[in-house]
């Protein structure tokens, strides 16, 4: 599955963005598709994820209630919707698929597939 990630941008705190995911050649059936962050100099870490099938979604609790994550089956794509953004959120923003279980989901390990990342820049 070759992944496509876009959307990101430099905007003021407070401000939103939404981020796209868009998957080339195959669908996300079957798949879980999640958003990871990393930060210079900091490991990768899990923002949200959303279930193709069926749609049950997770979230940090750094991003719950300011972010959400939701799908487009017509356009094979991943959406995070980010608001009330904050400059702890500046990060280089991936998105990724996995059939891990849902205790899985923010694992980076789990996740075999990943998109080139768009880069979210928060100004304070």
């Known amino acids: 599955v070759q992944l496509q990630a876009c959307g990101g941008g430099l905007v003021q705190a407070g401000g939103s963005l939404r981020l796209s995911c868009t998957a080339s050649e195959r669908t996300f059936s079957n798949y879980v598709v999640g958003w990871f962050r990393q930060a210079p100099g900091l490991e990768r870490e899990f923002v949200a994820a959303v279930r193709w099938s069926g749609g049950t979604t997770s979230y940090a609790d750094s991003v719950r209630g300011r972010f959400a994550i939701s799908k487009d089956i017509a356009k094979n794509t991943v959406y995070l919707q980010m608001n009330s953004l904050k400059a702890e959120d500046t990060a280089v923003y991936y998105c990724?698929?996995?059939?891990?279980?849902?205790?899985?989901?923010?694992?980076?390990?789990?996740?075999?597939?990943w998109g080139q990342g768009t880069e979210v820049t928060v100004s304070s």
């Open positions: 990724g698929v996995t059939r891990a279980v849902y205790s899985s989901w923010s694992d980076t390990n789990m996740y075999y597939y």
